[in-house]
């Protein structure tokens, strides 16, 4: 079965710098999403992306994150000046048409574990 | 502001028992809500999905139900196996569908 891959799978940083989390979704799929997890915490929505735009965007995704599509295959999250806030699991998700058409589940990746020191 | 709500508490069933669990909202008003279970380290999992205008959907052994006049969705596992124990999440998609927000889940443990 298909699946959405992410790299590096444990990252550590130090704070201040930048730092790129990648992913490889699954290869039919038109949309794509961050997530990211603090330990112990719920799952929180960053950004969606379709058609290499940002569709949504949430709160936490302010001007210190931007994604790309560099190429028909990789979907990137870049932090530019970490913060020891930043530390979490990010998770790339992709889905193959959007949530307005019916039965529209994400596919998850493992995720990136992010440490800022 | 609108909220998503789980047992925070872990719920521990012995196996061949089913597993009843429960995700409340409130201020949405959303047109589907999906369930995913997620382990240790690893990424959600898509479950099952249910639309504002069904009242139940079933796959294999679990079972979802959806009602809008209470805004709660029930999630079942009958049968319940060892296997089955992880997290499971409930999450709503907002009305274009590109963003779904997660309650904090449910930890269910089955035993042997």
């Known amino acids: 079965e298909p699946e959405v891959t992410q790299t590096p799978s444990h990252q550590v940083t130090q704070m201040g710098q930048e730092v790129i989390l990648r992913c490889v979704p699954i290869?039919?799929?038109?949309?794509f999403y961050w997530y990211r997890q603090i330990l112990g915490q719920k799952v929180e929505f960053l950004v969606s992306f379709y058609n290499n735009e940002i569709s949504e965007k949430s709160e936490i995704f302010d001007d210190q994150f931007s994604v790309e599509r560099p190429d028909g295959s990789n979907f990137t999250l870049k932090i530019r000046s970490t913060k020891l806030e930043d530390s979490a699991m990010y998770f790339c998700?992709?889905?193959?048409?959007?949530?307005?058409?019916?039965?529209?589940?994400?596919?998850f990746g493992d995720g990136t574990r992010l440490s800022i020191l | 502001s609108q909220k998503i709500e789980q047992n925070s508490e872990a719920l521990n069933i012995q196996e061949g028992k089913t597993a009843t669990l429960t995700c409340n909202y409130t201020?949405?008003?959303?047109?589907?809500l999906q369930w995913y279970r997620q382990d240790p380290g690893r990424g959600p999992v898509f479950l099952l999905l249910i639309r504002e205008n069904e009242k139940e959907k079933r796959k294999e052994r679990l079972k979802v139900t959806f009602d809008t006049t209470l805004k709660q969705s029930l999630f079942h596992i009958t049968a319940s196996q060892p296997a089955d124990s992880a997290t499971y999440l409930c999450?709503?998609?907002?009305?274009?569908?590109?963003?779904?927000?997660f309650g904090g889940g449910t930890r269910l443990m089955v035993k042997p």
């Open positions: 290869s039919n799929h038109l949309y």
């Open positions: 201020n949405y008003s959303p047109a589907y």
């Open positions: 999450a709503l998609a907002n009305n274009a569908g590109n963003m779904l927000t």
């Open positions: 998700a992709s889905s193959e048409l959007g949530g307005g058409f019916d039965n529209q589940p994400q596919h």
